[in-house]
């Protein structure tokens, strides 16, 4: 079984501070994570992964995650918020040794970023 | 470069009535997903497709059927259309390995009346 917990549904935060959107995870086995953006009538767009290495991970706009086993959390970060950042934002994890590729979601986490 | 194509974009339907949506992807890929996005609880795998030939159920396969008609092509279809399954469907497909991810397509909003 997998699952993902998105805990806040949403994030406000002030353009140029900080921003930080949490997942926390759970498989039976070792995890691939991945981010995914949606803006507004839009699919979603991929934004970094990890798969294994590193456990700091760098992504598409100055997005990046660290993965943190012990805690299982994927959160997600950025030094410097953009008011174009403002979007939906998902968590989505898998197994990482079966055939099953499909992912499961999270219930996503809007991040609001005012000017 | 399209990438994955749906269609339609919006339909509406009464109960019991039946359509397919239509997903295409021009990127080689073997795995292809329909998942369901409503408020509050994210995306929901419907079916997915490992490779041309094959599919499985996801989450919430009740009321729905999947063909995959080649490796590019990847229909759902709702045979007797129920109000629960108002919804934005999302078709996707995926690379392997380190292409792993994702493509999604921009989506059908289902009304059910």
């Known amino acids: 079984a997998q699952s993902v917990a998105q805990p806040e549904d949403q994030v406000n935060v002030a353009e140029g501070n900080p921003l930080t959107v949490k997942c926390t995870y759970s498989?039976?086995?070792?995890?691939?994570l991945f981010w995914y953006v949606q803006y507004p009538n839009r699919g979603l767009q991929f934004l970094l992964k990890y798969i294994t290495g590193d456990n700091l991970v760098k992504g598409s706009y100055g997005f990046e995650a660290e993965f943190n086993k012990s805690q299982t959390s994927f959160h997600l970060k950025k030094p410097s918020a953009l008011v174009s950042d403002s979007a939906l934002y998902f968590c989505a994890v898998r197994v990482s040794d079966t055939g099953r590729r499909a992912l499961t979601f999270g219930s996503g986490t809007r991040l609001q970023v005012q000017p | 470069n399209a990438g994955v194509t749906q269609t339609p974009k919006f339909q509406v339907l009464k109960t019991g009535q039946s359509m397919t949506l239509q997903c295409a992807q021009d990127m080689n890929h073997n795995s292809m997903y329909w998942y369901r996005q409503d408020p509050g609880m994210g995306l929901r795998l419907i079916y997915y497709?490992?490779?041309?030939?094959?599919?499985d159920k996801g989450e919430v396969p009740n009321g729905y059927n999947v063909s995959r008609l080649n490796k590019r092509e990847f229909s759902l279809r709702l045979e007797s259309a129920a109000p629960s399954q108002t919804s934005v469907y999302f078709c996707a497909s995926s690379g392997q390995g380190i292409r792993e991810k994702l493509f999604f397509g921009s989506g059908t909003q289902l009304s059910v009346l």
């Open positions: 498989v039976s086995g070792n995890p691939y």
């Open positions: 497709s490992a490779s041309e030939g094959t599919t």
